[in-house]
DNA sequence: GTGAAAGCGCTAACAA
DNA sequence: TTGTTAGCGCTTTCAC
């Protein structure tokens, strides 16, 4: 690894001003000659500086903690992290993902994190909802992905919960379903409560009235089956909006053993919180995909600014492969999702 | 942050000193009562050693980089990253998680890896095959996870696929099923000709002969559904070993059209690679887990090991909350794999 | 046994 | 406009 050291014997200039010139602060300081011959010669040695001497000297370390339980547990993550990343490179930081499985090892690794210098955390829940900060992240710049400070006092970047169910029942709406049902989550959840409304809205935007003997909310687990069930032979509803994938595939059961076409009979739409339906249902049902990648993005993008304290609105994508929201919006708070029709949605009279 | 400076100011001795004493290198070196101190010193006041400055002058960095393609888009790394957490933080080390959604990414997600000095890397794929380690990953100690090195240069560690196979398929047998087939993956990999192998020795070894109309090796898309529901008319198989979460839910669909009853007609243990089987079918089939979890454990270990250039049988687990595999066994490369019954297998006379 | 001193690679006052 | 100096927190000879 070429240091300044180096660059500067081999230029024949002392090594602050190589550390000028390569930290573009040369303007009006080291005439442009001397710094050109520093930059071919950085150039030409394959200079990279050394991030961990810089931070030891700045107490900066251009890391970036994302902090998350569920990176571990489901695919959910995947899209988050990888905006996360993309957002990070193109500012020139590093992310560090840790996962806390437990309420134990979560402080250790934050304090492990804080120890190697991050200079902020993304703190990510897997589904929305009113969070409590962990008290040791509190002293640090911090952003939520997909969650709530329940204290009001850190901001957060999450999907547009009341548009995904407007958009989706709409859809339904639109295609012609007559009876839609609202199969959600029976957990006390921001997600959820925005679902509904979005759901409610929907019908009464179209002048129809909201009947919550359509709307089941369940857990995910043996009764929610049951209950979608009995909603089946009770309403017969032609139209479902589902919380995720798990309630999404209670439905599609229900369907089969019924032997109701999908897309015929009736018309799914699901949320793919697990990529459950991408991977296995994708034929069959038309998902909404949270946009995972854009919280990732933005969240970092809305960290950065904090920790810089500046704007980032000149920041460009240079060289970036992966799909990159516009950059010339402002940073949002609220993300608006895509409703994916990979699957039939039936149209009738 | 307290610092070596203020213990040494605070104690009446010498930075070097504290250094001494705090890396127990004081042994026979400095007077114990002296070094007792010390101790005590650093521990009223909170100290924490600054691993930047250590790295700076150490040029160890006690980081490891973990990377892997499919972090963000399969749940299935989740237990790998946990288990080499575990043992990451067991051995002091800090575990740095990279994706590297594509093959551009990947040298420069490393190269900011090296330069932040990480010691060394775990390469891990998605299912076991061989793989070319990336160029740039050859200069470090390096070890694969759920791959092969196709070179033969690097350490790997494993599932054991072949007892995988030869499990279920045995369990099946057990089970009374005549007539098992085997949903495999077409595309060539070390887990297929493994897992193929398994299942063919555990039908011999029961005495029966081995049916290639049985075996249908499909990959992961329309087609295959076709294929599977072509070996149910076929060859009217009762017991079904599968590759994995997607050719499990093949069968099972095609089994739900046919009318027949899992655990009663037929009989289905699928591999659960995306935790689908877990999450959405869990109550319908027997899953084979991976050993995520101690694959990552185990490679971290090893890595380590080749790092510190010692083995670390010595090194017990204090405070972990996670499951630990049994620490007085040395570091394998193949590991064995468990079958949860989850759903019922069918007992026939 | 203990401490002084040098140095890892870099940045930032301050001098020149 | 450039170089000198000091120092971030730590480890490691090498004198004493």
Redesign the interface.
Known sequence: MTTMKEIAEKTGVSVSTVSLVLNDRDEGRVKSGIADQVRAMAEKLGY??????R??RTSK?RILGFISEE?????YA??I??GA?AAA?QLGY?L????T??E??ED??I???K???ADGFLYAKMSNRYTDVPESLTSTPLVLVDATDSRGRFPSVEPDEVHIAYDATTRLIEAGCQRIAYIGCSEPMLAQDRRLEGYRTALEDAGRGYDERLVRNVLNN?PALQAVSDLFDEQRPDGFFCFN??RA?YVYECA?RRGLTIGKDISVIGVDN???LA??LE?QLTTVELPHFEMGYWSVRKLVSMIEKRDLDDIATPET??PLPPLDSPIPAMIRCTLIEKGPVAQRA
Chains 1, 2 share one sequence.
């Open positions: 990279k500086p050394n991030p961990l001497a931070s030891l370390t990176v571990a547990t489901t695919p995947g899209g992290i990888l990343q490179s590093m560090i993902t840790v996962n499985d437990g134990d090892s250790e690794e304090t492990a994190l120890r190697y210098g043996g994938d798990a595939w089969a697990h990529r459950v991977e296995t034929p492969t992966a």
